[in-house]
Nanobody, 119 residues
Framework: QVQLVESGGGLVQAGGSLRLSCAAS????????LGWFRQAPGKEREFVAS????????SYADSVKGRFTISRDSAKNTVFLEMNSLKPDDTAVYYC????????????WGQGTQVTVSS
C-alpha cells in the first residue's frame, strides 16, 4: 500500500517561496507517477504538477508554469515542489498523489499540507 506524507507548508508573503516535500513509501515507484494537487476553500481540487518516477518527465498546470518546479530524489523516495513567486491565489491545501503509469486514476493521496500566501 502506498503511503504519502507531505510537509513544508506554511505562511509566506506574496512573492516568497516555499518547498513542499512528499515522502513516499510502501512499494517501489519505478512504474509510478507522483503529483501535486491543491484545493482552495470553496473550490475543487486541481492538478498542479506531476513527474514520472522512472524518466523524470514533468507536467505542470498553466497557472504555475515558470514558478513551480517538481522534482524527485529517488534515493530518498521523496518528491518536492519548489514554489517561487507565490501569489495569494496559490493559497490552498496541497496534496501529494500517486498513480501507476498505466492507470489515469490517482489512487493514493497524502493528508495535505496548508500553504497560505498573504498579500
Amino acid at each position: 500500500q502506498v503511503q504519502l506524507v507531505e510537509s513544508g507548508g506554511g505562511l509566506v508573503q506574496a512573492g516568497g517561496s516555499l518547498r513542499l516535500s512528499c515522502a513516499a513509501s510502501g512499494r517501489t515507484f519505478r512504474s509510478y507517477v507522483l503529483g501535486w494537487f491543491r484545493q482552495a476553500p470553496g473550490k475543487e481540487r486541481e492538478f498542479v504538477a506531476s513527474t514520472a518516477w522512472i524518466s523524470g518527465s514533468t507536467s505542470y498546470a498553466d497557472s504555475v508554469k515558470g514558478r513551480f518546479t517538481i522534482s524527485r530524489d529517488s534515493a530518498k523516495n521523496t518528491v518536492f515542489l519548489e514554489m517561487n513567486s507565490l501569489k495569494p491565489d496559490d493559497t490552498a491545501v496541497y496534496y501529494c498523489a500517486a498513480r501507476t503509469l498505466l492507470n489515469r486514476t490517482w489512487g493514493s493521496w497524502g493528508q495535505g499540507t496548508q500553504v497560505t500566501v498573504s498579500s
